[in-house]
């Protein structure tokens, strides 16, 4: 069994800056992938981006070259850092892997 604890989020004026972390009981990134999703009201859960055991990482369009995805050496922690925030990235994200999933993390960008 392994547990995901996210951490960070909150609010942000537009433009701002904001770095998740995903944190797991065990060094389970470099086994599997660690991915961030995002689900905001009435809307579908959305693929943000991954980083895959090897460190290949892939975004969704809206997010390319605002949003970056590492994680540490021990493989242990994935981060989220999300620069330029906009409105539209308001949304809970969530982190996974394999079949774990974090608590979630509400992020709400609004002046």
């Known amino acids: 069994q392994v547990q995901l604890v996210q951490s960070g989020g909150g609010l942000v004026q537009p433009g701002g800056s904001l770095n998740l972390s995903c944190t797991a009981s065990?060094?389970?990134?470099?086994?599997?992938?660690g991915t961030w999703y995002r689900q905001a009201p009435g809307k579908q859960r959305e693929l943000v981006g991954t980083?895959?055991?090897?460190?290949?990482?892939l975004y969704v369009d809206s997010v390319k070259g605002r949003f970056t995805i590492s994680k540490d050496s021990a493989k242990t922690t994935v981060y989220l850092l999300m620069n330029s925030l906009k409105p539209e990235d308001s949304a809970v994200y969530l982190c996974?892997?394999?079949?774990?999933w974090g608590q979630g993390t509400q992020v709400t960008v609004s002046s």
């Open positions: 996974s892997s394999d079949q774990y």
């Open positions: 065990r060094s389970i990134f470099n086994q599997w992938p």
């Open positions: 980083i895959t055991r090897s460190g290949q990482i």
